[in-house]
């Protein structure tokens, strides 16, 4: 049978926050139903559109930005390419002039009360994450699809191919368990980042996937940046302070930088002490999470609400162990995307599928495996180190107050960057021979704890936090 086929860039997607599941899904979703009016030749046709939201998308989609990641990909935008800092006047320009410019051509009328609804009680059995898109055309024809966002901005049409239209290639090492990576690695003596690299040349040259790597780490470095230097209150009615800012100055004692270089110098300044490095991680997490709930430009890893996870740790290789090189950055990268891979293939990377272990727990067995193998761990304790850092995170609730990405994920992001560090330096220091569970095991009992977890945990805000929480948030 052919085996699950998943890239490093599957995993690592630039993005707009605040949820890969929530908000670049269903924008991917949309962008999908244009196209295929326009190859079915009836974009210029349709006179309406109808968006109706199912599940965990209707119950949470006003908080995560559902509604205006829609919106934003049926106009023609691109999550990659779209200038966030014009989202609110793009969204207000359709919301007053009632007018959607469909795939950026054709002009229809859009009324947002009518034509995009939250079906709150209704669910569709593939997933709890579905949309359905419904085009009324002038020949009094009409084309619906429907379309499920299963985590990690991967989306799966109903009735279309399952992998999301990756095209399927010959890859040299098949790998959809942990035990079948090891095995690779042993009949061939490669570290799993080379695996993962060997895998990679049946879809591109070295060079291009050099290239997007380099691209992933430019947008992350720019998003850590920026979210250390933003201050104010995160948006959508919480009145959530971001903290990274503040925490930033306080620690670098307002040392004088222009750049992110000249930065990372003056953090390296401040010491190696514990409590300092412990800051510094916990600062980096809270200024992607702050970034990605004010829908800045993040990157999946593997998911929007995980976002930080992986960043924290590789500011933490790049700063306090000396790994500021391209090499060693792909490295760290390319060992994480495998284990985010395996979870996806054997579990789920989805909150409304498993629940928060899903994501912070993905999030976090990847960062401890990269961080591992960086540091000169062999595969089995790379393998060793993400199994400690899920085995810590099972039964983790999804339980967002008020549907916003903002508590408690943002602090969960520092969380998983802490255990995912400290899940690195024991398999560091112990023998795999002595482990007691395996990464596949870790990864099954994962996906049995989310049957098992109520729905009620799973990214509705109908239970935990979400209701436990008095709060009041304004009319959207």
């Not at 919480?238 to 930065?263: I, M």
């Not at 495998?338 to 989805?350: D, H, L, M, P, V």
């Not at 990269?370 to 400690?388: D, K, N, P």
């Amino acid at each position: 049978m052919q085996k699950e086929q998943i890239s490093v860039f599957d995993i690592f997607k630039i993005g707009v926050g605040p949820s890969s599941s929530h908000t670049l899904g269903p924008w991917r979703a949309a962008q999908q139903f244009v196209q295929v009016l326009e190859q079915n030749g009836g974009l210029s046709q349709v006179v309406q559109i109808k968006i109706l939201l199912y599940g965990s998308l209707a119950k949470t989609g006003k908080g995560h930005g559902t509604d205006v990641a829609i919106l934003l990909g049926l106009s023609g935008h691109d999550p990659v390419t779209f200038e966030v800092e014009q989202l609110n006047t793009r969204i207000e320009e359709i919301k007053t002039t009632h007018q959607l410019l469909l795939g950026g051509q054709h002009r229809i009328s859009f009324f947002s009360e009518d034509d995009l609804l939250f079906l709150f009680t209704q669910s569709l059995p593939y997933h709890p994450n579905a949309v359905t898109f419904q085009a009324f055309l002038s020949t009094g024809k009409a084309v619906s699809e429907t379309y499920y966002s299963i985590g990690g901005g991967f989306v799966v049409r109903e009735g279309g191919p399952q992998n999301g239209g990756l095209a399927e290639v010959d890859l040299p090492f098949p790998i959809d368990t942990a035990a079948e990576l090891l095995h690779w690695c042993r009949k061939t003596g490669l570290k799993i980042s080379e695996v993962v690299m060997e895998n990679e040349l049946a879809w591109r040259s070295e060079g291009e996937t050099r290239q997007g790597m380099l691209q992933i780490f430019k947008v992350i470095k720019e998003c850590i940046y920026r979210g250390c230097h933003a201050k104010g209150f995160l948006p959508g009615g919480l009145n959530v302070a971001r903290r990274a800012a503040a925490l930033n100055r306080r620690l670098t004692g307002d040392r004088p930088y222009q750049s992110f270089d000249e930065w990372v110098n003056v953090i390296r300044q401040t010491g190696q002490g514990f409590q300092n490095i412990l800051d510094w991680v916990s600062c980096f997490a809270l200024a992607v999470n702050e970034e990605n709930a004010s829908f800045g430009r993040v990157v999946t890893a593997p998911t929007n609400g995980a976002a930080g996870v992986i960043p924290a740790v590789l500011m933490y290789f790049i700063v306090f162990c000396d790994g500021y090189r391209e090499d060693r950055i792909i490295q760290l990268l390319l060992t994480a995307s495998e284990i985010g891979s395996i979870f996806k293939k054997g579990a789920t990377i989805s909150a409304a599928m498993g629940g928060c272990q899903a994501e912070i727990g993905v999030s976090s067995a990847m960062a401890a495996a990269a961080l591992t193998e960086c540091l000169g761990g062999s595969q089995r304790q790379v393998l060793m180190a993400a199994e400690i850092a899920m085995e810590h995170h099972l039964g983790l609730t999804c339980d967002p107050i008020g549907g916003l990405v903002q508590v408690p994920c943002i602090e969960r992001n520092t969380m998983g960057a802490i255990k995912a560090i400290t899940a690195a330096q024991l398999a560091l220091q112990s023998n795999p021979d002595q482990a007691k569970v395996s990464l596949d095991a870790v990864v099954k009992t994962m996906w049995q704890t989310a049957l098992d977890m109520n729905s009620k945990y799973k990214e509705t805000s109908d239970g935990g936090l979400a209701i436990n929480i008095p709060i009041s948030l304004p009319e959207c």
